[in-house]
């Protein structure tokens, strides 16, 4: 079972930068995917960012270029910088990994993102 410690959130200005960060702990093997979502009020739960084993990233449009994933395998942990960050970015914001073995993913507690214009 992996267990989510997620930290960083908080209210930042418009233009203004965040770093989230989520690590792992608990029984498994090794992790494949590292991800975080968002979900905004009254909206789904949307992918922000996700990095396989390998180091490869994917991001949608909407965070493309404002919005960087990194993994470090050693500490079991994954981040997320964000910048130039909008109040469109308001949102809670999730840490998802999946590893080895598991048939499901697991999923932090979230941690609030709030950007005012």
């Known amino acids: 079972q992996v267990q989510l410690v997620e930290s960083g959130g908080g209210l930042v200005q418009a233009g203004g930068a965040l770093r989230l960060s989520c690590v792992a702990s608990?029984?498994?093997?090794?992790?494949?995917?590292m991800g975080w979502y968002r979900q905004a009020p009254g909206k789904q739960r949307e992918l922000v960012a996700i990095i396989s084993s390998s180091g490869t990233t994917n991001y949608p449009d909407s965070v493309k270029g404002r919005f960087t994933i990194s993994r470090d395998n050693a500490r079991n942990t994954v981040y997320l910088q964000m910048n130039r960050l909008k109040p469109e970015d308001t949102a809670v914001y999730y840490c998802n990994v999946k590893t080895v073995g598991s048939p499901f993913s697991s999923w932090g507690q979230g941690t609030q993102v709030t950007v005012s214009s």
């Open positions: 608990g029984r498994f093997s090794s992790i494949i995917n």
